[in-house]
């Protein structure tokens, strides 16, 4: 899981990010195949109001370019506000039990500007 901060998102604009995803048991890249059954599920709250769950950016899509990688983009940033600082948690949502089932891969500060 990345944690830390994240690049200033600018508003009005899409975000992306690529997320590396490697096996707990061997270090491998996870097989793409394996990660294109997911989907992602991003929250995004305000760091001095976490009760308010900014859920306005609805769900985001993404892409598996290469085994290990995912390539995630949340087209609608216009519900943020610019010059605070928010935390983003993305989720993998299993596609059997849809839930994330404990796989966090981001949990960090994001900047909007």
């Known amino acids: 899981m990345y944690t830390g901060t994240l690049a200033p998102i600018s508003i009005g604009f899409p975000w992306t990010e690529a997320v590396e995803i490697v096996s707990d048991n061997d270090g491998q890249p996870v097989p793409a195949e394996v990660l294109r059954g997911y989907r ?64 966090r891969l981001i949990d960090a500060n994001l900047p909007a500007t």
């Not at 001095?48 to 859920?55: F, H, V």
């Open 40 to 103: 992602l599920q991003v929250t995004v709250m305000r760091r001095d109001l976490p009760e308010l769950r900014n859920s306005m950016l609805g769900a985001a899509s993404f892409t598996v370019p290469q085994d290990g990688v995912i390539l995630f983009t949340v087209a609608d940033t216009t519900p943020l506000c610019p010059g605070l600082d928010y935390r983003a948690l993305v989720d993998l949502i299993d596609p059997n039990s849809g839930t994330a089932d404990g796989v």
